[in-house]
């Protein structure tokens, strides 16, 4: 399996056959930055432009695309190129050679509206497995206490999410984590700094 990241929350997941699959590449990520890249399908967590965006969708070309209720009402009746999967709290499903299990995580008092759904993911790739906490400001979702993952992608940016403070109190809940790859601090580099000197002697983090 490898794994690229990209601005704010993005990523994309290769498998070791070959099939990709892009999460949460938003209005943060250039638009050029994603020429003559494809994926095979698209994976989105919740509404907002730093997660969401048709542009950036349409760029990377995939034939289908997994997105909650809200999001799909936001895609609108307009004809598009590639299939819309809708998601929702509790499922398990396969993507390509991609396990995914889908929960809902609470993303806390200060959005500018509330969302029907807001979603983090646990994948299981190549037999690794990943946690993604989305867009995460209380502790929620599924139990991390008998956890082990390969990776925990943590966001750790405040305000919106967890803080560096909170990120590191989160990621001991573990049972085990390999790796820690923080996100979602690209407006406030200064947090993944503070996160780094908060966590870094107990974990590996990216």
Request: charged share 30%; net charge negative; proline share 4%.
């Amino acid at each position: 399996m490898k794994i690229e990241k990209l601005e704010q929350s993005g990523f994309i997941f290769e498998t070791e056959n070959g099939f990709r699959l892009a999460l949460d590449i938003g209005r943060f990520t250039p638009i050029e930055k994603l020429e003559g890249v494809e994926v095979d399908a698209f994976l989105v967590s919740h509404i907002h432009g730093d997660h969401f965006s048709i542009d950036h969708i349409r760029a990377l070309g995939p034939k289908k695309v997994y997105v909650n209720n809200e999001c799909e009402e936001a895609l609108g009746e307009d004809v598009l190129p590639f299939e819309i999967v809708t998601i929702k709290d509790g499922d398990n499903l396969k993507i390509g050679d991609i396990d995914l299990k889908v929960f809902n995580v609470d993303h806390g008092p200060n959005v500018s509206a509330p969302l029907e759904e807001n979603f983090g993911f646990l994948l299981e790739v190549d037999s690794k497995k990943i946690y993604f906490a989305g867009d995460m400001f209380y502790e929620s979702g599924i139990d991390v206490s008998n956890l082990e993952v390969d990776l925990a992608l943590i966001p750790v940016g405040g305000f919106y999410t967890f803080g560096p403070e909170e990120a590191s109190v989160f990621i001991r809940k573990f049972s085990k984590i390999n790796e820690v790859v923080s996100m979602h601090y690209d407006k406030t580099p200064e947090t993944k700094i503070k996160f780094l000197e908060l966590a870094e002697s107990d974990f590996k983090i990216s």
